[in-house]
């Protein structure tokens, strides 16, 4: 029987013509792809710029760099992130504040935010959990009363709405990544979206070494260089043209889950809140100790019967990087510590089939039974 991985890309449509387009065209580096397909993603995210990068951990460091973050600057993250959020802060040698999670959606929790801000405080990150939208509106409303940026991590969430609107139009910043695993890929990449033409010139230097807007090759700046190629962006502006049907098959992926999984006893699948649409970039459940064994064991004999699964990410509090840099020792967030030992996702890939996903299911039953007996 094959194996059902976790994760696949569909790359099946325009990919390989308009990448060798970029190729014979010796435009490698920059080109017309990367500007269509900026021009195409902030059209899809709703906002009035885009500015493409290396990936998405280069957008968050772009973004914290862009807003002049500095090591007397505090940003609030969720504990329960992947670690590239609390990276992208430290860059700039500015220190990452943990908040726990909604016990619901695994999401930064609104209610936990203001006894964590303090007067260095200066920006908070909502990360759109495996693609369920954070409640945005009482983190800009915190946020709004701090005078605090807000910059989505919307690395996970292409195309989810909050209240109708597109995540990655929701925060001054928004960051997005093309990795393979992402709902549009370019291999490696990422996306900054922003209404403020400000942000999004400084940020367009910043990528390219900070020349000087008057004479190139004058810098009075530290820049970097997190330019995304002209291959890469033609392979995101065929993924663009099937964006909708990459959202509606992971929704209804999801939908097919749900039917087939509702009635096992210590799983609790994603909920989906009604002010949001979810794209359900993995379909991420709980074992809880009703099911019978631990998830480490439930997602070893998946494994055997040849379902690929993944462990939710490990809290930033119990990261050994962290605890030698002198943050967040002795710290406890209980909701993302239960989240992270109890969830794992599902295969959730754009090539997925019902066929597979009736496997999958069936292999979670078998698990079931076979450490009860
Ligand atoms: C929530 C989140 N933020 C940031 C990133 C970093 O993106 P990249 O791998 O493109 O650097 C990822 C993905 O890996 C992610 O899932």
Redesign the pocket.
């Known amino acids: 029987m094959s194996f059902i991985p976790v994760n696949e890309p569909d790359l099946s449509g325009n990919e390989q013509k308009y990448v060798l387009d970029a190729v014979a065209s010796g435009w490698v580096s920059t080109g017309s792809y990367v500007t269509r397909f900026e021009k195409e993603f902030a059209e899809f995210a709703g906002t009035r710029f885009a500015i493409s990068t290396t990936?998405?951990?280069?957008a968050?460091q772009l973004a914290f760099a862009a807003l002049g973050l500095g090591p007397q600057d505090e940003v609030i993250i969720p504990a329960l992130?992947?670690v590239?959020?609390a990276f992208g802060v430290c860059y700039g040698g500015s220190k990452p504040v943990l908040v726990d999670s909604e016990p619901d959606t695994g999401n930064l929790d609104p209610a936990l935010i203001e006894r964590k801000i303090n007067r260095r405080t200066r920006a908070i990150v909502p990360?759109h959990l495996y693609g369920h939208p954070c409640d945005m509106d009482p983190i800009r409303e915190i946020a709004a009363r701090y005078r605090l940026a807000v910059v989505e991590?919307a690395?996970?969430a292409h195309g989810a709405r909050y209240r109708g609107r597109p995540a990655g139009s929701l925060g001054d910043l928004n960051c997005f990544?093309?990795?393979a695993n992402k709902i549009v890929t370019t291999g490696?990449g990422?996306m900054i979206t922003t209404n403020d033409e400000v942000l999004a010139e400084r940020i367009r230097r910043m990528k390219d070494l900070c020349h000087s807007p008057q004479k190139r090759f004058i810098h009075t700046d530290v820049g970097f260089t997190l330019r995304m190629t002209n291959m890469q962006a033609a392979l995101g502006v065929a993924q663009l043209e099937r964006v909708d049907q990459f959202i509606l098959h992971k929704r209804r992926m999801a939908a097919i889950y749900a039917e087939l999984l509702s009635d096992v006893e210590g799983l609790t699948l994603p909920v989906e809140r009604p002010e949001v649409e979810s794209v359900y970039w993995m379909y991420a459940v709980r074992i809880g100790p009703e099911f019978g064994c631990s998830r480490d064991e439930v997602m070893r004999r998946l494994r055997e019967k040849g379902v690929d699964t993944r462990s939710y990410f490990y809290p930033m509090h119990v990261q050994p990087v962290f605890l030698q840099m002198g943050l967040f020792g002795g710290e406890s967030y209980p909701v993302a510590e239960r989240l992270s030992a109890e969830g794992m996702y599902l295969p959730s890939g754009l090539t997925l089939k019902r066929c597979q996903q009736e496997r999958v299911a069936e292999a979670l039953r078998d698990v079931q039974r076979e450490v009860r007996a």
């Open positions: 990936s998405g951990t280069a968050l992130t992947i590239a959020t990360v991590d690395a996970e990544s093309f990795y490696e990422g």
